[in-house]
Structure formats: C-alpha cells, structure tokens
C-alpha cells in the first residue's frame, strides 16, 4: 500500500489517530453474533494537511451488501439542489445528465419529474443499481473509474453535467476517480459535486464523524488541490448542514495547477493541532460517563446510528452504558457492534428506568434537541439527559454535558 498523500502526492504522511480495532458500524449484530473488527487508523499528510484512512477495508465488504437505497433516507435540501441545477446548470431538457453511484435513482428520477429525459447513472451497489433500472433509469452496474469514463464519451459523448453526491469520501483510487471526472468534461459541462465537509469536524472536533466507509476528509482546500492535479476548477462552492456539514461545489474544466496545497500554514497548522482536540473530546466524554457510573447511576444511549456507535467506541465509553434505545423498529431486538448493547425501543426508558439518557451523536443539534423535546417525560419522572453537541463557551469545539 502507498504512503503517499491522495489530494497532493506527498510523501510526508503520519499516522494522525490511531482508533483501534473497530466494527463495520452499518452491520448491527444478532444475539451471539461477533461482528469482525479491523484496524482504523486516521493518516495526515503533513504537507498539505489532508485527513484519511490510508489503509481502509476491501470497499466490496462495503457496498454489496449494506448500502441502503438512498430514498428511504432523502436529504432535506434535494429540492434545492434540483432547483440550482436546472436554473444554473441546463439549458434544454435533452441536455444530457450522468449521475455518478446514482445509488437507486432517487436523485435522477427528480430530475426526470423536472422534464430532464437524457440520463445516465453509474452505480456500484447491485440491489440499488437493480431498483434504479427497474425505475426506468439507464444504469451501469460498476464502479466508476478512469476506464468507465472513456468508455461513456466513446458511447454516448461528454453529458452536458456530471452529477456526484456523497462519493468521493469513499473513493480510494482518488487518481482514476478524478481523472475520469475530467474525461467525462468537455468546456461545455459541468461537474455538480458535494462531500462531507470537513471544516466543521474539524471547527468542533467532532470525532464521532469519523466513520470507516469515509475514507477521505475534504475541506474546500483539499479539494481544489486535488481537482487542480487534473484541470478540473472550482467555480462555486456553498455548505449546508446535511449531515454535520456538507460541502457543494461547482466545477469546470480548467488548466491544470499542480501546488502540494500547503500555502495556508495557518490551516496546517490547525491540522496538526486537531488530534489533541479530537482526544480532549473523547477524554471529557469518557470522564463524564465514568464519573457517573461511579456514583452508581444507571446510563442509557439514544441511537444506534454509524455516529453514535462511533462514539460509543472511538471515546471507549460503553463499558458505562446500559443498553441502547432508538425510534427505528428494524434496529429492536439487535447489538450494537463491538459493544453488544442491546437495542430497545424508546419505551424500554420507562418499563427499565435509569438515570441519565446520553443523545448520542445526530447529524444536528436539531435533531438532538428533537429528541430530548419529544421524551420530556423522560426528565418529568426524573431521568436527566446528557448532550453531545453541546457548545464549549468558546462556541467551536463540540462537548458533553448534562442537561439542566
Ligand atoms: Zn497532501
């Protein structure tokens, strides 16, 4: 395996965070089910400041069998999406769209009720790609490469806008992915491209985003680097607080710009102070919970998501929590992987009361908050509850904190 950096191609690369053995956080077990553990390491490219998993799992243990249709959880702001491609992006409903991993079509048949006909999706789960085709969408059941890009313009020509949504974080042949992306552009496309952004992970030290499908951590900086390497530029780029924080880009074809992205020394060296943070985080969470459960105190978590089991393992906190509740009836009856915590329904607070419900981490302080409004009764029979996207009085750096 290569030591060298994916966005700048340095050689400068250290290990960042070492987490440990850790679990495929999407595959919940059944009872006296042992989930495999693999090593998880967070690597730095000390040159350009870029944040990875250098050495991740065999991504088809991945995505053949546990990606999830994307329709069954549709992000809030697709509407606005749709809206900005179709105002900015098209011009005429034959312009020709190709979305790369379409997953089951969800966002390209919007764009099929937007009056677009022309499309083309690229996805490498089977059961999605298979509901994408039996929606009426011409798909690809691969994944997408330098060679599928050749393949589609010497098939079908350069698409007027490549759309990729949530990709790239998982990509580990970053040359060939990207490369395709410039052959698939002529001066005429555009490339519609949104990640996790990195720079509010990094502004909270939010560790709990960390998650093992998540091989690469952009920020808008990286990202340009990278782009620049093969000719693509970075026109246009928003956040929006999907999932902790998402970053939307618009790009062209451009010159192609080679720097080892390094010029910020203020950003780097805000990298390079990120892993004590991200420890401090996990130390607080780990002595709050101890504390508690030193006094004798009963501890339940709220969420069995790839995040809370993050959390829960990263910070090695769930040696304090008695079992887990969630809202969703698929997940009742199962184990958290590695930890085993059973998981209950939300009601389980009542019929085994405890003291304290730790909201483990969601993508939001909204939706954290959703949760302690919707089981006040929780506190009125005198539980408390423990946040995790409580703010430190500085206002940046994400904290654990009882409420009330
Ligand atoms: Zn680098």
Request: net charge negative; aromatic share 10%; proline share 4%.
């Amino acid at each position: 395996m290569s030591s060298v950096c994916r966005v700048c191609l340095s050689d400068k690369v250290v290990p960042f965070l070492p987490l440990g053995e850790q679990p495929n956080t999407m595959c919940l077990l059944r009872q006296g089910q042992q989930g495999q553990l693999m090593d998880l390491t967070l690597s730095l490219c000390e040159t350009c400041g870029f944040v990875f998993i250098k050495t991740p799992s065999k991504r088809e243990e991945f995505y053949d069998y546990v990606q999830l249709p994307t329709s069954m959880f549709p992000a809030e702001h697709i509407g606005e999406e749709i809206d900005e491609i179709v105002g900015e992006h098209l011009s005429s409903p034959s312009d020709m769209i190709l979305e790369i991993a379409c997953n089951d079509g969800y966002f390209l048949n919007a764009l099929r009720k937007a009056g677009y006909e022309n499309l083309y999706g690229i996805e490498p789960a089977r059961h999605c790609a298979k509901e994408a085709v039996a929606s009426g969408l011409n798909v690809r059941n691969v994944y997408f490469s330098k060679e599928e890009a050749e393949r589609f313009v010497r098939e079908h020509g350069h698409p007027r806008l490549v759309i990729s949504r949530h990709v790239l974080e998982h990509v580990q042949e970053l040359d060939s992915f990207v490369e395709g992306l410039s052959i698939l552009m002529d001066d005429q496309t555009t490339l519609f491209l949104e990640v996790p952004d990195f720079a509010p992970v990094e502004e909270r030290a939010d560790f709990s985003s960390i998650w093992e499908q998540h091989v690469n951590y952009f920020d808008v900086e990286s990202l340009r680097t990278l782009f620049g390497r093969f000719g693509i530029e970075i026109r246009k780029w928003r956040t929006v607080p999907f999932t902790g924080g998402s970053l939307i880009t618009t790009s062209k074809r451009g010159k192609r710009v080679l720097t080892d992205g390094g010029r910020d020394q203020k950003r780097l060296a805000a990298r390079l102070a990120l892993r004590d943070r991200f420890l401090e985080s996990m130390h607080a969470a780990r002595e709050c919970l101890k504390a508690l459960r030193a006094q004798g105190k009963k501890i339940a978590g709220f969420g069995s998501g790839a995040r809370c089991s993050g959390y829960l393992n990263f910070a090695d906190v769930y040696q304090y929590i008695d079992y887990i509740v969630d809202e969703d009836p698929r997940k009742h009856g199962l184990f958290m992987p590695k930890s085993n915590l059973g998981i209950f329904p939300p009601d389980r607070l009542v019929t085994h009361p405890v003291d304290y419900c730790i909201v483990l981490p969601f993508n939001s302080k909204i939706n954290e908050a959703k949760v302690m409004r919707k089981y006040q009764d929780f506190v009125d029979r005198g539980g408390r509850f423990i946040e995790t996207w409580a703010q430190a009085e500085d206002g940046t750096t994400a904290v654990i904190k009882v409420v009330g």
